[in-house]
């Protein structure tokens, strides 16, 4: 596909064909390479022909093939004339990052990061298949799409200042559980309050590195060796339920000729379908917001036994990072309300914006992109470049370069366990063959896709944290 | 025959499942999604499930029927061994698609890994004459 660079980080699908509008693509010449491995530059081109979508449709540095629309994809539309797509959102929704920082010190936990993670591995369930300990009622869970993390602190989860410093204060509103699926419901009930597997992880990291001494100070993040905890999960078996009933009710309803890829299917934003997808996939939102919610609480008291106090251990933030939602935005020169997709992408906004909590309101939002498993993960903040050059979005994470098929054949569990020790990262697992397949080697240069972010203006470094303790699924 | 092949992809799994008939080659591809999480000729039939989907085209079937397998990890942590007594007929415009699923529930003697969040569309390939092959991507 041929690409225009308009300058070092930003390269140009003009408008041809039925594109609506151009496509934009922030990139290294390296990460570039990467991404014309796959389909994502043809998926993105699909995006930039659907109706209704604004200024233009945008490719994130860490992006790669999708379904429907590209991992690392972002596109606006508008109210009346534009759609609303499961696709364009993922199966995984609110798949996003918690960070917790602390007062402890790397010297403080050095001896007992073993004990730590044996507690947390303990209390937080994982792995694959493996339900929670929590057992729901279906009116429980019902409550739960529609309040979100507030269901989990009215029940002993955490505080009230955890929801002021998650995106949506942990509750999107629309949500509605009356339009969920039986089987939905049912793929919800045991898994509230589980990790998961994959890709998702829990870490005890420490601060390696801080940009912006400023904006990290805000953020709590004073010292380097400073003790912080990051968690990285969804909605689990009930989001993907969600997308995949919408995907077949939207297929079932507007058929799927003329459609270049099946799961770029869409229903009309304001039409009865795309507002069942809307509230449904709000209260899948929710629930991946609560089951974050409780893995923090769990690794508190885990903190609060070993350490003897789990004092200072507030949120930082708590990103999603595959949502759809109504928010205003530039347009023309003029604020109006679209449906934006992120999908492989967190919001970015810069300062001032009212969506941000009080606190940080004047540096701009914490950006958490989380690295693979073993790697480096980073701290950005937020900038109003972003939301004029990217609806107020960037990157999510490291983004795989190689198939789990083809890690499992390159890497052993065992040994991986073993280089990350050298390293002095510990690490707990459900599987050696998870391990495997999540090998660090298996994921794009986190660091080069942060690098990009920054230079290109779309989210600014504040701080690099490292692990010394994972738990995997 | 093989009865199923990965290939390269980034980010997903991939695959090819074979069959003499589309029968063979659907099941092929329940046991491909399946070795993505565990081994399933390492897993007991003490349990039968029959299963009952439908499909506007076959890949829409193909999409359900396959969805089925997580749908019985996530609500009753059953893991599949081997498909049995399939059965794809046409009634009026739809697809019906009937087995019957033999495997065990979850305990910690099994090793189960990873995590197929979904089956996709993407790149799907039905070939329905002999030799049948459906090639599926799924995301983990």
Known sequence: ?473 | MKKYRFFQHTADAKFQAYGQTLEEAFQHAALAVASLMWNWKRIDQKTEVPVQVDGRDLKQLLVNFLEEILYLLDTRSFLLSQVENIAIRRKNSLYILQAIFKGDEYSSDYEISGDVKAITYNEMVIRENAPCMVQVVADI
């Open chain 1, 1 to 473: 596909m041929e690409l225009k660079k308009i300058n070092e980080y930003t390269w140009e699908i003009p408008k041809h064909g039925d594109m609506k509008v151009p496509a934009i693509v922030y990139a290294s010449e390296a990460l570039l390479q990467s991404i014309r491995r796959d389909l994502t530059l043809p998926q993105a081109k699909n995006v930039a022909c659907l109706r209704g979508i604004q200024r233009k449709a945008y490719v994130m540095p860490d992006a790669h093939q999708g379904y429907g629309f590209p991992i690392g994809g972002v596109a606006a539309f508008d109210m009346d004339e534009g759609v609303i797509s499961p696709g364009g959102v993922g199966y995984d929704i609110n798949c996003g990052v918690r960070l917790l920082r602390t007062d402890f010190m790397e010297k403080d936990v050095l001896e007992k990061r073993k004990l730590l993670l044996e507690g947390i591995f303990r209390e937080v369930p994982a792995g694959v298949g493996k339900g929670g300990t929590t057992r729901l009622s279906r009116r429980v869970l019902e409550e739960v799409c529609t309040k979100g993390a507030e269901w989990a602190v009215n029940n002993g989860y955490g505080t009230r200042d955890d929801l002021l410093k998650t995106e949506e204060n942990g509750r999107m509103k629309e949500a509605d559980p009356s339009f969920l699926s039986k089987r939905a419901v049912e793929r919800g009930i045991p898994q509230l309050g589980t990790l998961g597997a994959g890709n998702h992880f829990l870490e005890i990291q420490k601060v390696s590195e801080i940009y912006d001494k400023e904006v990290a100070g805000v953020f709590g993040i004073h010292s380097l060796g400073q003790i912080m905890i990051m968690i990285h999960c969804g909605s689990r078996g009930f989001g993907h339920q969600v997308a995949s009933d919408y995907i077949r009710n939207m297929e079932n309803k507007f058929g799927i000729r003329g459609l270049p890829d099946r799961e770029l299917i869409n229903a009309p934003i304001r039409s009865n379908l795309g507002t069942q997808y809307y509230k449904s996939m709000s209260a899948a939102v929710n629930f991946a917001f609560a089951n974050r919610q409780m893995i923090a609480h769990w690794v508190r008291d885990v903190f609060s036994k070993i350490m003897g106090s789990s004092k200072g251990m507030d949120q930082v933030y708590d990103v999603c990072h595959n949502v759809a939602k109504f928010e205003q935005h530039d347009i023309e020169g003029k604020m109006k309300e679209v449906c934006i997709h992120r999908k492989g992408a967190t919001r970015s906004f810069g300062p001032g914006r009212k969506e941000i909590p009080e606190a940080y309101r004047a540096v701009g939002q914490p950006v958490l992109i989380p690295g693979s498993m073993g790697t480096a993960s980073y701290i950005l903040v937020g900038t109003s470049e972003a939301e004029r050059i990217s609806f107020g979005s960037t990157a999510h994470g490291a983004g795989r370069v190689m198939s789990r098929h083809e890690a499992l054949r390159r890497f052993r569990g065992e040994a991986i366990k073993q280089e990350l020790e050298q390293k002095g990262i510990e690490l707990r697992s459900t599987s050696w063959k998870g391990v495997a397949e999540e090998a660090p080697q298996a994921y794009k240069d986190v660091d080069e896709v942060v690098r990009i972010s920054h230079k290109a203006g779309i989210g600014r470094l504040v701080a690099k944290v490292v692990p010394m303790g994972v738990m995997k699924g």
